[in-house]
């Protein structure tokens, strides 16, 4: 069982940065970590993941703007995020994406507030 908790949210102006942090309970070597983000209304939609061996995927939404990495040897995963509009506004969450024998199964982080706001 992972358990995830993300910190560095908060209220930022149009144009600004903002660090998103994961820590993650046990060991993350072998794991895919990634961030999703979720409005009220909508579907939880992905930001970006990062593979155990560093492959990154990002939206279109965040590309050129985010930045994902990860401290295999801290068990955390990070989003940078620069040049933030409005629409980044949401919750963002930590995502654990396990592989099982058969299929995999996700954990989540309990989420983090990001407002984007002049």
């Known amino acids: 069982q992972v358990q995830l908790v993300e910190s560095g949210g908060g209220l930022v102006q149009p144009g600004g940065s903002l660090r998103l942090s994961c820590a993650a309970s046990?060991?993350?070597?072998?794991?895919?970590m990634g961030w999703y983000r979720q409005t009220p209304g909508k579907q939880r939609e992905l930001v970006a993941t990062?593979?155990?061996?560093?492959?990154?995927n990002y939206a279109n939404s965040g590309k050129g703007r985010f930045t994902i990495s990860r401290d295999n040897a801290k068990n955390t995963v990070s989003l940078q995020m620069n040049s933030l509009k409005p629409e980044d506004t949401a919750v963002y969450y930590c995502?654990?994406?396990?592989?099982?024998?058969?299929?995999?199964?996700?954990?989540w982080g309990q989420g983090t507030q990001v407002t984007v706001s002049s």
């Open positions: 046990g060991s993350i070597f072998s794991i895919t």
């Open positions: 995502n654990a994406n396990v592989k099982l024998r058969i299929g995999s199964y996700n954990y």
């Open positions: 990062i593979t155990s061996g560093g492959i990154t």
